[in-house]
């Protein structure tokens, strides 16, 4: 079968749109790709469409496209589409019971399945490496692939495993695909994916989103922020109206703040932060993608798998970490290609909450030399009184310091330790390997620190931007484009 027959019988399109008919002959003739496009563009498409002619060509082969994302809530929906389709995907997770897992696995060993989605942290397993060693892998997609970037704002450590990855399943034909990609986070991207950057097409969409309104707007204080989120979601969320609203905060004790003041003004919403039990995020985010409710206030870990055409405005009440973020976050908004809007709030108070936060994501050398010392000296007390405990030892500033979650996580990454840990109270660290080098590197990690103070910074300058903010975006991300008004 060809692409275009695939488009057309199995996603019921009738035309390739933008760069994907490209993308999707350069991946099927061999080439690596790396993909970036506005949020809606269509990125899923340039790797589902090559998994299902591959599938159809090579039928005696059992070829399995292999899709790794960091968004589990998002997994089971992309997969559900695909299976109403009569597509044979799957995914295999956290969210699955131990039985359910192996029973996929088994299913991957038996052949079945054509389009397989997992996380990274899935190869740490030595059952899923076993079960996906006997499948010829043609295709590889890394979604979100600015995770893979040590650089890019979402970091997570399995994703500097790519090159890792990439040569257990056979060096198979890679694209990686993004909403948002710095040039510098790009070189990355290519770097940690072992791959040389001749070998590989770059596509670039732009970031441009024109039905996006975006606007600053300074504010002095919570009052002032109200305002601002009240008149929102009366101009939008009116009786009768359709759509709906995000408000994204940063500490989750401000969101509890505004959740009562918005009770107060008799406007109904709902809430989704990280102190909420897994069952209620869970029916939160269920309730809002099924237009059960118009407006969420959030912190960051909302967007994770949310996927709504009818998002009407985006409101950051407190300042984000940096560009990229701020920028993956509005992209929720105006799916629908209606006109929505995209409004941050800027308080000069807010910097000093991520600044902190920036210190807390770079522990200094001391921090993982102190730790490791612990874990090594100490293992008995560690098991029986778990992260608080541990967290004291290291002098943290509270229950909020974040550097003892970062460095554990550094030290997992580099397989320095195994176990359980993401459980404050039931703790089971073991050491498996020396303190490495890396870790003790004062440098590297200065640079690393210096790099998020930057984009911090840069988030202030777009803030301040006197002319066009459109044009700034564009060149930040390396796409100094004419055109667009502000």
């Known amino acids: 079968m060809t692409p275009h027959q695939i488009l057309t019988e199995s996603f019921g399109h009738a035309s390739f749109r933008g760069p994907q008919q490209a993308i999707i002959d350069r991946l099927l003739g061999g080439g690596h790709s790396l993909v970036i496009m506005p949020t809606g563009g269509g990125k899923s498409l340039c790797y589902q469409v090559p998994a299902l002619v591959l599938a159809a060509r090579e039928r005696a082969l059992r070829p399995l496209v292999v899709v790794l994302s960091p968004l589990v809530a ?11 389709r009569g597509i044979d995907a799957a995914f295999i997770n956290s969210s699955l019971t131990r039985e359910s897992r192996e029973l996929r696995q088994q299913e991957i060993i038996a052949g079945r399945c054509s389009l397989l989605y997992v996380t990274p942290e899935r190869f740490r397993k030595p059952e899923f490496r076993e079960a996906i060693r006997g499948r010829r892998v043609p295709l590889l997609a890394v979604d979100e692939a600015h995770c893979v970037s040590e650089w890019g704002h979402d970091f997570r450590p399995d994703y500097t495993r790519l090159a890792e990855i990439r040569q257990l399943l056979g060096e198979p034909v890679t694209v990686a695909l993004t909403a948002t990609a710095t040039p510098a986070v790009q070189a990355d991207i290519l770097r940690q994916l072992g791959l040389e950057p001749a070998a590989v097409a770059v596509f670039h969409e732009g970031i441009d989103r024109p039905n996006l309104a975006i ?3 300074e504010c002095w204080g919570d009052d002032d922020k109200l305002e601002h989120v009240v008149a929102s979601t009366r101009r939008h969320l009116a009786p009768g109206a359709t759509g709906s609203g995000i408000v994204y905060f940063t500490l989750i004790r401000t969101l509890e703040h505004f959740s ?3 009770r107060q003004q008799g406007l109904p919403h709902r809430r989704y932060h990280g102190d909420l039990d897994r069952d209620t995020r869970r ?3 269920a309730e809002f993608m099924a237009g059960q409710g118009e407006l969420v206030l959030a912190t960051n870990a909302f967007g994770m798998g949310i996927d709504k055409d ?3 405005f985006v409101i950051h009440a407190e300042v984000p970490g940096s560009m990229e973020s701020w920028y993956q976050e509005i992209g929720r908004a105006g799916r629908d290609g ?8 800027y308080d000069q108070r807010d910097l000093l909450t991520q600044m902190e936060f920036i210190e807390w994501r770079n522990p200094e050398p001391a921090v ?3 730790l490791y010392d612990i874990l090594a000296r100490q293992p008995e007390e560690v098991a029986a009184f778990g992260l608080p405990w541990l967290r004291a030892r290291l002098q943290a500033s509270g229950r909020h310091d974040r550097r003892l979650e970062t460095a554990l996580a550094m030290l997992e990454r580099h397989d320095a330790i195994e176990g359980e840990w993401r459980d404050e109270d039931h703790v089971t660290i073991r050491l498996k390997g020396d303190l490495p080098l890396e870790l003790t590197d004062g440098e590297a990690l200065a640079a690393k620190l210096r790099r998020d103070r930057e984009k911090l910074l840069a988030l202030v300058e777009f803030v301040q931007h006197p002319d066009d903010r459109r044009a700034f975006i ?3 991300f390396g796409l100094p484009l004419p055109g667009l008004s502000p």
């Open 74 to 84: 998002l997994m089971k929906d992309q997969v559900d589409a695909l299976t109403a």
């Open 215 to 217: 606007a600053v707007a």
């Open 260 to 262: 009562t003041l918005l």
């Open 283 to 285: 029916r939160v985010q």
């Open 310 to 312: 009818d998002i009407r």
């Open 338 to 345: 209606q006109p929505a809007d995209c409004l941050l709030l």
């Open 368 to 370: 993982y030399e102190r």
């Open 474 to 476: 564009r060149d930040y």
